[in-house]
Nanobody, 115 residues
């Protein structure tokens, strides 16, 4: 079956960096679009970043210039490099891989930004 396992979350001070990873199994990874979402307490889940099959990226305005999304098809992994973190970036971060109507979600990883 399809499994997505996120890692790399944790506590970081404002201005710091974190690198999230999402490792996939059970799919032909290179055929899927890879997205990152986040959900803060009391808020809806929101789109953060995506990387297409061809490697093109797209970002929400709130993270543009600070976050970088990339894929490593050889390792079946999608990376979210987060720099210049702000308190408002604190949330549970989820990876989502999809192709057509097939969507798969990871379990989420907590990111806390606090001094």
């Amino acid at each position: 079956q399809v499994q997505l396992v996120e890692s790399g979350g944790g506590l970081v001070q404002p201005g710091g960096s974190l690198r999230l990873s999402c490792a996939a199994s059970g799919i032909i990874f290179s055929n899927y679009v890879l997205d990152w979402y986040r959900q803060a307490p009391g808020k809806q889940r929101e789109f953060i970043a995506s990387v297409t099959v061809g490697g093109s990226t797209n970002y929400a305005d709130s993270v543009k210039g600070r976050f970088t999304c990339s894929r490593d098809n050889a390792k079946n992994t999608v990376i979210l490099q987060m720099n210049s973190l702000k308190p408002e970036d604190a949330a549970v971060y989820y990876c989502n891989v999809w192709r057509g109507s097939d969507h798969y979600w990871g379990q989420g990883t907590q990111v806390t930004v606090s001094s």
